[in-house]
């Protein structure tokens, strides 16, 4: 029988010099309180604005939800444990709570990132046909099958992560439950865990890549066939956003999850990229970089200042 014999987990954080606890705390805390509230702006914008009632906010909605929960799973965890010399403790069952929440929430973003690409492709390429074809039925089948994904996916992370004894050492190298770190801990052969964990996430981290590319490579060619140069820009634009944050995204979990060896140090520094800042990314960019966005907000500003009466 697999028994785990271990009861609680004990996340040592993130490698830093104890003197910079204080510093690290007051800015992750900051990029944490920047995250939800700038989240729960594009929640609000978008409910509110009539014109924003379209299928690619309506994803973007998915998206900020997404982000929010995303760095709420991770982030006060690593503050407890800059601020707490027992903050980094968590039971068996929190860990996996995280480890399920952490990669079902991050599968699901992987996924809607390449139900956007989709939608703009549609909306570049054939923006006659573009309402028929994404429909708000076609929308809800589309985010609907990126949750339910999602979890699917994270089950099978962490049913092969937490399958295994452990019986021994119970400190995790890094300030969340992330399978490679919780591997090392068991206390056996973890070799076909850690291939069938190495595929998994292979195939769903490079199959919704290539599916990006292949979307943003018709996007290009559809753009180039645009007579106008004002229509040209509107559309880069318009895909601009959307390609800075998948990057942001997948770049750090590709170094992380589908590099041959694993250093403990880097991967705890670079996870900070996709968990703690790329939530970030979403408000800054969308709002920063989106005229719509934008005009939303200072019709906020004004609902806000004056009333809702005309």
Known sequence: MNLSLVTSFFLTGLPHPPELDSTLFGIFLLIYVLTVLG???????????????TPMYFFLTNLSFIDMWFSTVTVPKMLMTL?????GAISFGGCVAQLY??????STECFLYTVMSYDRYLAISYPLRYSSLMSGRTC???ATGTWLSGSLHSAVQTTLTFRLPYCGPNHIQHYFCDAPPILRLACADTSANEMVIFVNIGVVAS???LL??????SIVGSILRIRTSEGRRRAFQTCASHCI??????????????????????????????????????PVVYTLR????????????????HGPHK
Do not use: Q
């Open 245 to 282: 944050v998948v990057l942001c995204f997948f770049g750090p979990c590709v170094f992380i999850y589908l590099r041959p060896g694993s250093k403990e140090v880097m991967d705890g520094i670079v996870a900070v990229f996709y968990t703690v800042l790329t939530p970030l990314l979403n």
């Open 83 to 87: 601020l707490l010399p027992t903050g």
């Open 212 to 217: 990006i590319v292949l979307s943003y490579v």
């Open 140 to 142: 809800a089948v589309l």
């Open 101 to 106: 929440s952490f990669h079902f929430l991050g």
């Open 290 to 305: 989106n005229k719509e966005v934008r005009k939303a907000l200072v019709k906020l500003k004004e609902i806000i200042a």
């Open 207 to 209: 199959g919704c890549f």
């Open 39 to 53: 989240n729960l702006l594009i929640l609000l914008l978008i409910r509110l604005d009539s014109h924003l009632h």
